[in-house]
Structure formats: C-alpha cells, structure tokens
C-alpha cells in the first residue's frame, strides 16, 4: 500500500494506492472528519459537528489551546483573519509565516503544514487502521529548494520518515504535472479513460496547464512508455513556465478590488 498527499493551498487530499499483479495502479482517496461549527456552548466553548469528505480545506485555526483543521478553521477566517493560517502554502520558504497574531504557537509555514498533514495522516490512520510512516507529496514544478525542503521537514514534522539512513532526504516529492501524466495514464490503463484521449503507445509531446489557489504551473513534457515493461511512464520536462504567481487567491483579490470601487463609486455622493 501507497499513501499519497496533495498538500494543496485551498484544498488537500490524501489517497491511497494498490499495485495490482498486473501492474495497473488503482488509487482511492480516503474520507476526512471535517469539522464545522454548531454555535458557542457553556463558558464559551464551541461546539462541533463532523462530516466527511474526500478533500480537507488548507486552513488552521488558533484558538485559546486549540488547534482546528478544515471547514470550521476557513469559517473562521472572515472574523479571525489574524488567528487562521490561510493559502499556507504560498508562503512555504519563507522563514516566518505572515499576516497571524504574535501569540499564535506556530510560526513557521512549515510548522502549519505540518499541522495539516497531520491531520490527514491521523483520519487516513483510522480509516485503513494501520500505521502510515511512508508517503508521496505533490508540490508545483516551480518549489525552489528553499520550498522543496521546507515541504519535507512539515512532513518529518507530521510524523512521516522522510530520512535515508544517513540523514539525507527521501525522494518522497513528485511535481504535480508529473502526478496528472501518472494519473491520466494509469486511467487509460484501468479503462477509465477511452486510449484516444491520449495514446502512450507511442513517444508524445504534451503541455500541462495546472491553475490552483496560489500558483500557476505551465509545464511542457516529453512523455513515452518504458519500452522494457510497458507500464511505466518516462516523462522528461522539456519547459517550464516562469510566470507562476498567479492563480485563484489573486481572482478573489481583484474581485473584491473590483466590488470595492464600484460600490465607492456608487455611493461617494453620500460622503459626509
């Protein structure tokens, strides 16, 4: 069994994965609590409710000695914008994480990515009910160094074994580009997707156009099946755009820009 994690800035997922005798790979996200808010009980505390769902939000929320992942975390961000780390991921490198209060415990990226993959890791536990120490993380194809490595220690931080015996880092990270050609190959492989969509058969050229809540990746590819077992994609990345700072949170912000002077241009007749 494989366990497999996209660490997304909006929305994470885990799943794990099976190899099949044949060599087909079928994969299955796994269900995660989600917690949502039923209103304040006795001395202020809040009460929870639970459900499940396939992705998790990306958002932590700090409150009194309480630590929440999720749904009720992203609730609380539009009145506690300085207590809920929000499109974490976006930050990653960087050596302090910005915009929260200074008495939030965890201060790095790093560490509130840590929290989040934990918490997969813990649900995705008690779903298969056994101990998870091996896992494969997705990051763009434009994390730096600083990016790449920060992303390994919030998994070494989550509990998962990310060392080689001499201290060195496990190849545990795979660019998201490279995860949609595995994933749209091990679809047309299981049947899911018809073989013309996309033949492997034969060597291909093809463009990856991957728009997210903090990063854009335009990534071109050269792409051909191992000719020694048939299954095995070799993919080389031929290009890669160098424009990424743009994606979903940059929407919502010109968005919002844009409301905010219309409904100013609107009413300015009724300034005082």
Known sequence: MYIGIDLGTTNSVISFAQVMKDGRIIASPIEIDRVMDSGTGIEGKVNYTRSRSKTLPSCVYYYEDQIIVGDY?????????????????????????????????????????ARILAHLKGFAQKQIRQQINQVIITVPANFDTARREATMKAA?????????????????????????LYDLAQKILNGEVAESVLDFSTKKKGLVFD???????????????????????????????????LAGDDFDAAIADALYKRCVEKFKEYEP
């Open 73 to 113: 975390a992203r609730e609380q961000y539009k009145k506690y914008p300085e207590r809920v780390a929000k499109s974490i991921k976006s930050q990653m490198g960087n050596p302090v994480a910005r915009g929260l209060s200074p008495d939030v415990v965890d201060k790095t990226p790093e560490d509130i990515s």
């Open 156 to 180: 070494e931080k989550a509990g998962f074994d990310v060392r080689e015996p001499d201290g060195s880092w496990k190849p545990i990270l795979i660019s998201e580009p490279n995860a949609v």
């Open 211 to 245: 728009i997210g809540g903090g990063t854009l990746d335009v990534t071109f590819h050269e792409i051909e099946r191992d000719p020694d077992n048939g299954i095995t994609l070799n993919i080389s990345e031929i290009a890669a755009s160098r424009f990424t700072q």
